[in-house]
């Protein structure tokens, strides 16, 4: 048997304010180490950062601009700003970009200018999208800039790349606000309702000794969490905009525990006096929309994991603050997963009816939180689909690299003995799914796998020009070369084709495949194996 330990139990902190709480500290800890790595480690991203959940942005922005000018036909003299808060690993920043584009483009409004603001608190954040292949050209293009800004922090707010201060003299348009799986990292308060009456909940946190590494645990989930109801009045902010939603949240619900968002309260505030009370907001989080969903929880909606907490946001009281102040709110109605909601300060979204329409159709209609569920249960059964299934679905996801590297393996494998009209939608396509590859640590490149399905289809020049395209994004470059020479040979050009056999060998001398190629080509230079030795390796996949 084992000697029984006992460890000390430290205490952290005791009777805190759920807002002051040394939680949030943890938690923005978390994200400036981390920096990108957050999202190649634990934080899961890909729900708001897909192509399908930024053209339903585009699509609603597109449909606002519209809305816009149409009531303020100077408004398109001036720029757009939209800034993203929390933005995170940049990649739905480029899919909202690069869509919103292509469709002003195509518009009556294609004059106008949008410049979107990436921002966050931390710059090793943003010194990722500094130097980004997706994200720079963009730059370049004055569609993007960047910002350091702080939710929890009142401070101006200065482009990085234009110097453009933006604040009641710059912006004369409204403001857009997108703020995707954020109002959790900032800071909240909590209450309980108990028998009709209001306790506000403040918390204590210990650890054991052996958990402490300086003055924080390394483990969250190890942290004893506990806490300590304080009866209040619902007067408790002294503030018109927020202590009706106390009222309105003790006279509704019976017995309950809720989150209640005050750093996003302040964030808006400050966001939408910058904005000369115009502001448009889309956000999209694990989240209430409704007040009666948010009755009868016993446990605080926070949930902790590794080194971070995510929570459960409160979009009802996000709503409600907005709506105590003249502006609107439009929350999807309750179903599992994710909630999509859109809010507005100074204007009502119900005097939009472009902007309406979208709403209903790609918020309460086929959201962002629906593609994601179908999605998944998409994924579980690639195995069993048929290849024009899996063209359809690759479709209605907007041409995810994401989803092609899951089922590259499958789409290759069935492509060959395919019908020509499905296979003819897959390659006029491949071109959408490259122009979304977003590069990320250890993830793999989508255009290695793009070049891998046209060389099985024995279409060499495509599959020569995405090797091509691949290499700067491939560290273990085996397979490209090999791959690549296979190409250069079939497409007649041996030179080139040895070169590349000869750096696949000096890369892998074991690989006899190489050798024998190597040893083919230079005792056969004009020479052409048969088409059956075309078979791109499997090495490096
Ligand atoms: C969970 S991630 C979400 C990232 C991205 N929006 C997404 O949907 O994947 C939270 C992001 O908010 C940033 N963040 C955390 N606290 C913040 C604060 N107080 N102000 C601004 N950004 C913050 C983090 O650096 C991180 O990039």
């Known amino acids: 048997m084992k000697p029984e330990t006992t460890t000390r139990k430290i205490v952290i902190e005791q009777d805190k304010r759920f807002s002051q709480s040394s939680l949030w500290r943890i938690q923005r800890d978390y994200f400036d180490r981390e920096g990108i790595n957050a999202w190649v480690n634990s934080v899961p991203f890909y729900i708001t950062s897909n192509p399908f959940i930024a053209k339903t942005y585009a699509r609603i922005v597109l449909a606002f601009l519209h809305d816009w000018i149409n009531l303020h036909p100077e408004a398109r003299q001036a720029p757009f700003y939209i800034m993203e808060i929390g933005t995170g690993s940049g990649r739905f920043s480029y899919y909202f970009v690069k869509t919103l584009n292509e469709m002003l483009k195509a518009s009556d409004i294609r004059d106008v200018r949008v410049i979107h603001v990436m921002s966050d608190f931390t710059r090793s954040n943003m010194r990722y999208w500094e130097t980004h292949h997706a994200i720079a050209p963009l730059v370049e293009q004055g569609l993007i800039d960047f910002a350091l800004y702080d939710l929890d922090a009142e401070r101006p707010i200065t482009l990085i790349k234009s110097g453009t201060h933006l604040d009641a003299a710059t912006l004369t348009n409204p403001l857009t606000v997108f703020g995707n799986y954020i109002f959790d990292t900032c800071l909240n308060d909590m209450f309980a309702i108990r028998d009709g009456k209001l306790f506000e909940l403040y918390v204590s946190l210990a650890a ?4 402490m590494k300086g003055n924080w645990p390394a483990e969250m989930e190890k942290v004893d969490v506990s806490y300590q109801a304080h009866k209040v009045g619902d007067t408790l902010y002294n503030d018109p905009q927020i202590d009706p939603i106390l009222t309105e949240y003790r006279s509704n619900l019976k017995e309950t525990i809720f989150m209640f968002p005050t750093g996003a309260f302040k964030a808006l505030r400050f966001l ?12 999209t989080d694990k989240g209430y929309c409704a007040l009666p969903s948010q009755e009868g929880a016993g446990q605080p909606p926070i949930y902790f994991h590794g080194s971070f907490f995510s929570a459960m946001v409160n979009f009802h009281a996000i709503g409600r603050f907005l709506e105590n102040g003249g502006g609107d709110s439009f929350l999807q109605t309750p179903r599992r997963g994710i909630k999509t909601a859109a809010f507005s300060a100074g204007f009502r979204l119900r005097d939009l009816p472009q902007t309406l329409l979208e709403l209903n159709d790609r918020v309460e209609g086929f959201s ?30 907007g041409w995810d ?18 019908d020509r ?18 590069d990320m640590p250890k993830t793999q490149c989508v255009l290695f796998e793009i070049a891998v399905f046209f060389h099985t289809l024995k279409k060499y020049d495509q599959a020569v020009r995405y090797y091509e395209m691949a290499e700067p994004f491939i560290t273990e470059k085996f397979g490209l070369h090999y791959n690549l020479a296979l190409c250069l040979h079939y497409q007649k050009r041996n030179e080139a084709a040895l070169t590349q056999f000869r750096q696949a060998v000096a890369l892998d001398e074991t690989s006899k495949e190489a050798a024998e190629w190597v040893t083919f080509l ?11 030795d075309a078979e791109p390796t499997e090495k490096n996949r």
């Not at 690299?401 to 395919?418: D, M, N, Q, S, Y």
């Not at 230079?522 to 059956?532: F, I, K, L």
């Open 522 to 532: 230079e005792q056969n230079p004009e020479g052409t194996r048969a088409p059956s």
């Open 272 to 283: 939408n006096k910058i904005a000369n009370n115009r502001l448009l907001m889309l956000s």
């Open 421 to 438: 009209d499905t296979v003819s939608f897959l390659c006029d396509n491949m071109e959408k799914i490259a122009a979304n590859f977003y």
């Open 368 to 397: 962002p939180a629906d593609y994601f569920a179908l999605h998944r249960r998409m994924s579980d059964s690639f195995g069993e689909c048929t290849l024009d299934i899996i063209a359809s679905h690759l479709e209605l996801s």
């Open 208 to 211: 054991e000794e052996s958990n």
């Open 401 to 418: 690299p994401h989803i092609f590297l899951k089922i590259a393996g499958r789409v290759t494998k069935l492509a060959p003995e395919a």
